[in-house]
């Protein structure tokens, strides 16, 4: 217990040191304003205390309080609130990632089965497997023909990979013993794979679909940014625009948070299905 | 005029869009004779270039006579006819495609400020994210029309970079309203000559801004392709890479020049206006295939951009127009920044002032000359090879063509091609001449 307490002292001793650097980094600078003309000042919008670089501290709290008091706003189709940005992204994310693991778990189950579709699939999956997702993007716009759909296909085929592998190389090694037994026993194929294989398969599949759901909410932001219209990655294209770097960090705290949220859906989940050997 | 009522008066009406009348009905009154008069001035603009001449002619015949002279050379009764039909909209809900920059502003100010609406349709605008993604778009049939490249429409109906779709340019979006941004660094550097090495920026390769650039720094005897280097950069990307030092300038839109003096990262070198007063930038462009399906949402669609450079062109409406169209939902950008744009007043990073009322300019005409222009500078450049059937191609495209041909059916004498000398640098360019022209210069790469 004593060795939490210090963890956590520790942890907020750096924060401080991270903010205190920040506010270090973010004081205002003196201008030359006053040997400027006045009206040359005026239209630099000098006359007026402007964000110009690193915001400050102050600045950076009223971003985050401004974005998180109201999150579902609406002022049109290019402007909405964080929350609804965030439930874009998150919904390209599910639909990506839930079509990739309909497609790798039965695929990745026979490839762990059999030994002869490993091989015959495997150069494939070798050299489509390091492809950086965001160069599909092109190649998905022409022959897909809708950008919506175009980005959760990127989701989708990075997706796809770790679920394949970890459910092949899970199902490969589940223990000789326990399908002998299955066998002794008389059982069939499909009562082996959900009596037996699924379960003691089952963390290591977890663990692909968690490493999968951590590449696909980094690509989203990436993908986004390309296709625009949307979704976190495109508020943060759309204040890059406006150069507002306070807004920027926002979504970057933002993005960092929810993919932590749901690394942690996925550790939960992944220990709710390990059993102790 | 409800812009001078007292706005606590109980009695007073302030239900104009413009602020300039009195009611709604009189507000929309006058758009329809603004759009008209636009027509029409751009018809006597191209007639008489100078003043002086206009007057003359006017006083020698009356006004009358000439507005029927003028009449019987050029269909404006069939242009009006064409902006006032109202058949019913085959669609009401449009989208169109954007990218934050004031180039757009006609077609994005019609939203805030209601032109769409009079016109019965419910328009959402897109801001996308780069010219690439936008001719994509276009082509998937994601968006019902879009802002556009002057040169884009031409481009894609040819099949040059893309596959070909056949585009029509309704009209001009604007003219003028770009510049040449150079790092603050460099504000010894004003002669081109100096720029061996560079690295420039330009939004599209099939855009103004890159044949200029291409133009400005050939005539200065450096060859584009191998003195210095052009890199296609979203508009909005430019003022970020400028300041990582990841490019020497760029020729951008507006209001990324802008942007660039007010977040102290760059100088204005000069406008664009300064190399070709009067060019072209941004088109308002549709699929021909979605003319033909929807003729009456088109003519509507056309009306209201029109209607809208119409209110943009008088300088004394620029600033209600920037503050229409500064919110994030549009351009998100600073209102000072948006104001220096379009007043043409401004801060050219450098320490001075400079007023320069046409900085900016919206005249909707998509003139032939103009086309040809721009399909000479591609074939200069290497973009469309082979001989190039200038004429066809642009009256395929500009729709201003579609008018001329009418009026050789009708049997009535076409006047030339856009009467007002296109002069780039000094150079006066002959539209009947395209192939003499693209030869005459030293620097090409064809």
């Known amino acids: 217990m004593r060795e939490r307490a210090k963890s956590w002292v520790l942890s907020l001793l750096l924060l401080a040191a991270i ?24 239209l630099m919008g000098l006359d007026k205390p402007k964000s110009d670089g690193m915001p400050s501290l ?119 013993e326990w399908l002998n037994v299955a066998r002794t026993l008389e059982a069939g194929t499909f009562r082996t794979c959900f009596e037996v ?73 992944q220990k709710a299905v390990t059993y102790v050997e | ?80 006819a064409m902006a006032q039909e109202k058949g019913k909209l085959e669609k009401k809900d449009v989208k169109i495609g954007f990218i934050p920059i004031t180039c757009a502003t006609p077609l994005i100010m019609s939203l805030p400020l209601g032109f769409y609406e009079k016109q019965g349709l419910n328009v959402s605008l897109v801001k996308t994210a780069g010219w690439a993604l936008i001719r994509d778009k276009v082509q998937n049939k994601e968006y019902d029309a879009s802002h556009l490249l002057a040169p884009m429409p031409l481009a894609m109906s040819m099949g040059a970079g893309s596959n070909a779709v056949p585009m029509n340019v309704a009209t001009i979006q604007n003219s003028n309203g770009q510049a040449i941004t150079l790092a603050l660094k460099h504000k010894d550097k004003r002669d081109p000559k100096q720029w061996k090495g560079f690295k420039f920026a330009v939004p599209f390769e099939y855009s103004m801004h890159n044949f200029l650039l291409r133009y400005y720094v050939a005539e200065a005897g450096l060859d584009p392709d191998k003195d210095i280097q052009i890199r296609v950069v979203p508009p909005p990307e430019m003022v970020a890479n400028l300041r990582a030092d990841n490019l020497d300038g760029y020729l951008g839109p507006d209001p990324f020049n802008q942007r660039a003096v007010y977040d102290n990262i760059g100088f204005i070198h000069i406008l664009t206006k300064e190399i070709w007063d009067g060019h072209p930038c941004c088109s308002f462009g549709v699929r021909t295939e979605w003319v033909k399906e929807n003729p009456n949402t088109f003519a509507a669609m056309y009306r209201a951009v029109l209607n809208a450079a119409a209110m943009a062109a008088g300088p004394e409406n620029r600033a209600t127009i920037a503050n229409a169209i500064a919110p994030a939902n549009y351009l998100n950008q600073p209102v000072p920044v948006l104001e220096q744009v379009l007043t043409g007043k401004y801060a050219d990073g450098l320490g001075g002032v400079k007023n320069v009322p046409n900085r900016i300019e919206f005249d909707p005409v998509p003139w032939n000359a103009l086309g040809v222009w721009i399909l000479t500078q591609m074939k200069r450049w290497g973009y469309i090879k082979g001989d190039v059937n200038y004429k066809s191609i642009v009256e395929q495209v500009y729709l201003m063509t579609d008018a001329k041909k009418r009026m050789k059916e009708e049997g009535i004498a076409a006047p030339a091609d856009m009467p007002k000398k296109i002069i780039v640098m000094g150079k006066v360019f002959d539209a009947s001449k395209p192939d003499a022209y693209v030869a005459s210069f030293a620097i090409k790469k064809a």
């Open chain 1, 19 to 42: 903010l205190f650097a920040w506010h270090l980094a973010s004081l205002p600078k003196a201008g030359p304003t006053a040997a400027m003309d006045p009206e040359y000042a005026k």
């Open chain 1, 58 to 176: 102050a600045t950076m709290g009223t971003t985050i309080w401004k974005h998180v008091s109201n999150p579902f706003y609406d002022a049109g189709s290019n402007d909405k609130g964080i929350g609804i940005q965030l439930g874009y992204s998150l919904g390209r994310v599910a639909l990506g990632f839930f079509l990739a693991a309909l497609v790798a778990v039965p695929l990745g189950f026979a490839i762990g089965l059999s030994p002869l579709v490993h091989r015959a699939l495997n150069p494939f999956i070798q050299v489509l497997k390091p492809i950086s997702p965001l160069a599909w993007m092109p190649l998905a716009l022409y022959t897909i023909k809708d950008s919506a759909t175009s980005s959760i296909f990127v989701i989708f085929i990075c997706s796809v990979w770790p679920m394949l592998i970890n459910t092949a190389h899970g199902v490969a090694s589940v223990r000789r």
């Open chain 1, 197 to 269: 294989i699924l379960p003691a398969a089952a963390p290591v599949i977890l663990t692909g679909a968690r490493i999968s759901m951590g590449i696909a909410w980094l690509v989203i932001v990436a993908a986004e940014m390309l296709v625009g219209n949307l979704g976190v990655g495109y508020f943060v294209w759309n204040e890059w625009n406006n150069l507002s770097l306070a807004n920027v960090i926002f979504a970057i705290l933002v993005i960092g948070v929810v993919g932590m949220i749901l690394d942690l859906l996925f550790g939960a989940l």
């Open chain 2, 1 to 80: 005029m409800s812009l001078f009522d007292n706005p606590y008066d109980s009695e007073s009406r302030l239900s104009c869009a413009c602020g300039r009348h009195a009611s709604k009905a009189a507000h929309e009154a006058d758009a329809e004779v603004l759009s008209n008069q636009a027509l029409e001035t751009a018809v006597l603009k191209a007639l008489f270039p100078r003043d002086g001449e206009r007057r003359k002619f006017l006083r020698a015949v009356g006004a009358n006579a000439a507005m029927g002279a003028i009449a019987s050379l050029f269909p404006l009764g069939a242009l009006q």
